[in-house]
């Protein structure tokens, strides 16, 4: 049992004020990179995730002593920007309630749809315990400074049953996941499909070669330091051309991830065959840890046919069987991930409103709402382009 006479609580709005080895402790563990002091640092650092851009870091914290044993990543925002789960229709509902349904309090890694929030709590510890204190301290924040609710989003499964426990409410969404069933090799991967999806696929990736380009993976020490700034030319532009309003990581954020996240960087580069260009015509950017890859963000100087597809989806693939990884999440959007064998994957995101009204509408009827999302789950599983 924990001893609360110990215990004390703090709220702080810089993650480097508390020590990266401490942070590290709790959240190195976990099967997300995502909540890692490094990647949540840069961040902060480089202009990213800041009260500018709408995401004011506010991370409550649990100590015993000096000790660090407890830690909640939070944001308060003022808007539902970069966040991927859409409460637009609950702010409308706020308004015509004639409630602020912003500032709110956040739980993400911001702008990263992939599951695994929680709370960050140390191996040892009673975590109904500690859960509950963070739990009824965030409450009390809430209502001390007029916040419309708190939000957990793509929380980790194992940990949404213990948060349901203190109050909170699930929202089902989904995203799409590729599973490695023990493939050994690429031709095993393209196995799994009908024999009009295998043709499609094997074009795609013959239409990229006529275009006289290799891809090539790059990993760790092995990384070119000039493909990081080019990243975020990639990502910027790719942000001007179909996520308008959506451009928040700095140039600085790709540089500083040289010296802090490099092993953990999967870079996917594709060249000119005949070398006539000396950098990538094109590049995607993925993250890994242990069985885990996730893709994040991807870009092309020209438009070249399929080389999204190979970039983004194939050679990643490839490398992830090559390297024993078990489940990818290549990030937001589902439509072309669906005919690539990215099932439909049930994720959570979980919610309190602070407004009786609010919280009474939430409870009535999300029920409704996550049949409805089941039922698109299982719809969107039933028309893979996959062997009978």
């Avoid at 957990?152 to 049953?161: T, Y």
């Avoid at 074009?203 to 070669?209: C, L």
């Amino acid at each position: 049992m924990v001893n609360q006479v110990q215990l004390s609580l703090a709220w702080v709005d810089k993650i480097r004020d508390i020590s990266q080895a401490e942070w590290d402790a709790l959240a190195l563990p976990l099967a997300t990179p995502f909540l890692e002091w490094q990647w949540l640092n840069n961040l902060e650092t480089s202009g990213s995730a800041t009260s500018k851009t709408g995401w004011l870091p506010n991370h409550l914290t649990v100590w015993r002593d000096r000790n660090l044993i407890a830690a909640a990543p939070l944001y308060i925002k003022g808007h539902s920007y970069g966040e991927f789960v859409f409460d637009h229709q609950w702010a409308d509902l706020s308004h015509r309630l004639g409630v602020n349904y912003y500032p709110k309090l956040l739980g993400m890694t911001p702008f990263t749809p992939a599951e695994g929030y929680r709370f960050l709590i140390a191996p040892g510890e009673d975590e109904e315990l500690l859960t509950g204190l963070m739990v009824e301290a965030i409450d009390q924040f809430c209502d001390r400074n007029q916040l419309s609710g708190c939000n957990f989003l793509f929380v980790d499964p194992e940990w949404r049953p213990v948060i349901e426990r203190h109050g909170f409410t699930s929202w089902l969404h989904h995203s799409y996941i590729w599973q490695n069933q023990d493939f050994g090799c690429f031709d095993d991967y393209l196995g799994v499909f009908n024999a009009n999806q295998r043709r499609n696929i094997k074009r795609e990736r013959k239409a990229v070669s006529k275009a006289e380009l290799k891809l090539q993976t790059f990993t760790g020490d092995a990384i070119p330091t000039e493909l990081y700034k080019l990243m975020h030319h990639f990502y910027r532009d790719t942000c001007e051309k179909f996520m308008w309003g959506s451009k928040y990581l700095t140039q600085r954020f790709f540089e500083q991830l040289e010296e802090s996240y490099r092993d953990r960087i999967l870079f996917v580069a594709a060249y000119d065959i005949q070398g006539i260009q000396q950098q990538p015509v094109g590049m995607s950017f993925c993250l890994t840890k242990g069985d885990q890859l996730y893709g994040r963000y991807w870009g092309a100087f020209q438009d070249i046919d399929c080389l999204h597809f190979d970039a983004c989806y194939y050679t990643p693939i490839e490398w992830a069987i090559d390297n024993g990884i078990r489940r990818f999440d290549p990030g937001a959007g589902g439509r072309h991930k669906k005919r690539r064998g990215f099932k439909a994957t049930p994720n959570h995101s979980v919610h309190k409103f602070y407004n009786p009204r609010l919280q009474r509408i939430l409870l009535n009827y999300i029920g409704e709402v996550n049949e409805m999302e089941q039922q698109e789950i299982d719809h969107i599983n039933q028309d893979l382009p996959l062997k009978s």
